[in-house]
T-cell receptor
Framework: DQQVKQNSPSLSVQEGRISILNCDYT??????FLWYKKYPAEGPTFLIS?????DKNEDGRFTVFLNKSAKHLSLHIVPSQPGDSAVYFC??????????FGTGTSLTVIP | DAGVIQSPRHEVTEMGQEVTLRCKPI?????LFWYRQTMMRGLELLIYFNNNVPIDDSGMPEDRFSAKMPNASFSTLKIQPSEPRDSAVYFC??????????????FGEGSWLTVV
């Protein structure tokens, strides 16, 4: 069973506009939530995270929102830049230090 | 500091051959993870180790897959015999015990496996 779902495999956004990436999860035991970014031919790299006690965390152009009641995580990128074009994975950590990843959303920012 | 190092970066092999992927985790990290990236399942956890001991191998697809961690600085993922459906990118990652922060899980650059 997929405990983490990213329902949009791809997303295209104009440069300067907002990119919104979404993720849903089923396991209420998750208590740490992350986004990773992956460029072609490279490994995923950490982008931003949020703990379950918060509902928002901001880092520059990147903001992560957590809605625990809906079991929904989102990433907002404002303004989007061509260099943001990559595959974005949401990830969740449980108390056993195990990380579960989504299927990824390929973001294309059009200049 | 060196990151997670994986080898080979690319491997093309014939069906039925044995494939061995290697990983050197970041020094001081005591969790090691093997992931496989596929279009259908994204980053799929195969197995992870804590202090060189396998903790959860429920993600290993079948008996053809095996993983070992003989010491804190080396791990292997072996596929024998390999099949075309094993073609994927295999990532090794490591993290530090007790640190729950996501930024402590670091990935290697991946091993691209093609089985023909």
């Amino acid at each position: 069973d997929q405990q983490v779902k990213q329902n949009s495999p791809s997303l295209s956004v104009q440069e300067g506009r907002i990119s919104i990436l979404n993720c849903d999860y089923t396991n209420s035991m998750f208590d740490y939530f992350l986004w990773y970014k992956k460029y072609p031919a490279e490994g995923p790299t950490f982008l931003i995270s949020i703990s379950s006690i918060k509902d928002k965390n901001e880092d520059g152009r990147f903001t992560v929102f957590l809605n625990k009641s809906a079991k929904h995580l989102s990433l907002h990128i404002v303004p989007s830049q061509p260099g943001d074009s990559a595959v974005y994975f949401c990830a969740f950590a449980d108390t056993g230090n195990q990380f579960y990843f989504g299927t990824g959303t390929s973001l294309t920012v059009i200049p | 500091d060196a990151g997670v190092i994986q080898s080979p970066r690319h491997e093309v092999t014939e069906m039925g051959q044995e494939v061995t992927l290697r990983c050197k985790p970041i020094s001081g990290h005591d969790y090691l993870f093997w992931y496989r990236q596929t279009m259908m399942r994204g980053l799929e956890l195969l197995i992870y180790f804590n202090n060189n001991v396998p903790i959860d191998d429920s993600g290993m697809p079948e008996d053809r897959f095996s993983a070992k961690m003989p010491n804190a600085s080396f791990s292997t993922l072996k596929i024998q015999p390999s099949e075309p459906r094993d073609s994927a990118v295999y990532f090794c990652a490591s993290s530090r015990k007790g640190e729950y922060s996501g930024n402590t899980i670091y990935f290697g650059e991946g091993s691209w496996l093609t089985v023909v």
